[in-house]
């Protein structure tokens, strides 16, 4: 749509900025914490770039009052950050550990101290090893019941001053590589029946945290958030755009339907149930989906980029694709199902070294799509630009990464002239941080720390990048200078 005017972002709206637990803070075994998943998979060879580890990582454990400080000089409004659930139960469950419980009180009235609204990811990935050694972790329903424990241990320990929470981080992301790729933990390949009854006890822990949260706290905001790719068909082919409705069916309403409805697409559970891999349910399931959907507050978008879509015939592409992890443009490889679809580059966009599509107009759409879906509020949890940074002077000159947030905030603005109701945009990262899989050198902060790809190289010293100043007047005008 296009408005002669702009009604701009709303007078409240939460400039923010977010971090994960393992890729921040580092002090793995410190003060009770037990190891996650995280801890233990890293340190199998070849399943992390470089071998890194966030055993360190920037050290966010020992250094989050200057971090938070440099958050208040920047002005910022909210920050997003999760929890360790291994610093909170070190055995996932039975003994809380009151240090753990400690940091996290610290860093809340770190950041209220600079009025820096809380943003709290209960759940980032890093799954206590306990729970993994106890009963396979996600793959056992024992998850659910363990998972709202600790949950609510939060919940009652914090939520007198946090208001915003985020129960789960990207569930596609963390069981798509958990059991798909074997890119994540517990590593296991083209294990589908186990992926979609993970997915089930997820949004199972979803659910019932929600409704957990909402029973202490009625006037708490709730949600999870998605990696949300939005889908372009390639064509207007019919077969293209049927293509595209089965993509999108299987690979973003699977998830954000339940979050939002309370019951899964008909034709992907259709589909499921025709491959003998579609989830069990328990009695009830279905009630606890459904009424836990009507308490949620919004939709959790992390937006990174977008995909195009294909028919792909019988005898085609049969691939899970392959994600480019080295930094080295062109790498990556295609994802096919034969018989659907499959996913080709777009010629029309840019990517990042990483093969990463950059679509600021992309992040439009996939505000359109959920409001016209969902008619749901819409925090943006996470977008950003993974880059090589470097150091000149003294400095960090990101003019690309200022331009790649320019734009995006810039389609953001549009959205909310369109009626979304946009809460909160949150940019990957605050500092520098330990990417998952591509270790130190794929950079995304406003604030460069200095720590080379080596476990013990670097004095951490923080800088604030260009960016971060560019950031700071964003807030300052509430959007309107870019
Ligand atoms: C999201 C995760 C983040 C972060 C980000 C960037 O999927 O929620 O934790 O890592 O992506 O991804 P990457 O580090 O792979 O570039």
């Not at 909210?78 to 003994?95: H, K, L, V």
């Not at 589908?192 to 949004?203: D, L």
């Not at 049969?318 to 443009?329: M, Q, V």
């Not at 950059?358 to 992040?363: K, Q, S, T, V, W």
Request: glycine content about 8%.
């Amino acid at each position: 749509m296009y408005f002669k005017e702009s009604t701009g972002f709303p007078k409240d709206f939460l400039w923010g900025s977010a971090s994960a637990a393992y890729q921040v803070e580092g002090a793995w075994a410190e003060d009770g914490k037990k190891p996650s998943v995280w801890d233990k998979f890293v340190r199998i060879p070849g399943k992390t770039f470089k071998a890194t580890t966030g055993d360190k990582a920037v050290d966010h454990y020992h250094m989050y009052k200057e971090d938070v400080r440099l958050m208040g000089e920047m002005g910022l409004k909210t920050y997003r950050f999760s929890i360790a659930w291994s610093r909170i139960y070190p055995d996932g469950n039975g003994q809380v550990n009151e240090k753990g419980l400690q940091f996290y009180d610290d860093l809340i009235n770190e950041c209220l101290k600079y009025n820096i609204v809380p943003m709290v990811t209960v759940y980032h990935w890093d799954l206590p090893q306990a729970l993994e050694d106890q009963y396979h972790g996600w793959e056992d329903r024992r998850i659910v019941d363990d998972f709202v424990n600790y949950a609510t241990t939060l919940f009652k320990r914090y939520g007198d001053r946090v208001k915003h929470w985020i129960i789960l981080n990207e569930q596609n992301v963390f069981t798509g590589h958990g059991w798909m790729l074997a890119k994540h933990p517990p590593g296991k390949f083209k294990d589908m029946k186990t992926y979609y009854q993970v997915n089930h006890h997820a949004f199972m822990a979803h659910a019932k945290s929600v409704l957990a949260l909402k029973e202490l706290y009625p006037d708490a905001l709730v949600g999870s958030s998605f990696a949300y790719g939005p889908a372009y068909a390639v064509s207007d082919k019919p077969e293209d755009q049927m293509a595209c409705v089965d993509y999108e069916d299987l690979k973003s309403y699977y998830w954000m339907d339940v979050y939002a409805y309370g019951r899964y697409p008909r034709s992907a559970m259709k589909y499921l149930e025709s491959l003998g891999v579609a989830p069990h349910f328990e009695e009830g399931d279905a009630e606890i989906l459904k009424e836990a959907a009507s308490k949620v507050d919004f939709m959790g978008v992390n937006y990174y980029k977008t995909c195009s879509i294909e028919y792909n015939p019988l005898d085609g592409i049969d691939s899970l694709g392959g994600e480019n992890n080295t930094g080295k443009k062109g790498t990556a490889e295609m994802e096919g199902v034969p018989g659907m679809y499959k996913v080709p580059a777009n010629k029309n966009l840019p990517t990042t070294d990483w093969d990463w599509t950059i679509d600021p107009m992309g992040l439009r759409f996939a505000c359109r799509k959920i409001t016209s879906r969902y008619d749901l509020p819409i925090v943006i949890s996470e977008n950003g630009l993974g880059a090589f940074d470097k150091l000149e002077d003294g400095k960090i000159h990101d003019s690309y990464r200022i331009e790649y947030l320019r734009n995006h905030i810039e389609e953001l603005k549009k959205a909310c002239d369109d009626g979304c109701r946009i809460l909160a945009y949150c940019t990957w990262s605050y500092t520098d941080l330990l990417s998952w899989l591509n270790g130190y050198q794929k950079r995304y902060g406003f604030v460069y720390v200095d720590r080379d790809e080596d476990e013990n190289s670097g004095t951490l010293k923080r800088i604030p990048k260009d960016s971060y100043y560019w950031y700071k007047k964003v807030i300052e005008t509430n959007g309107e200078e870019l």
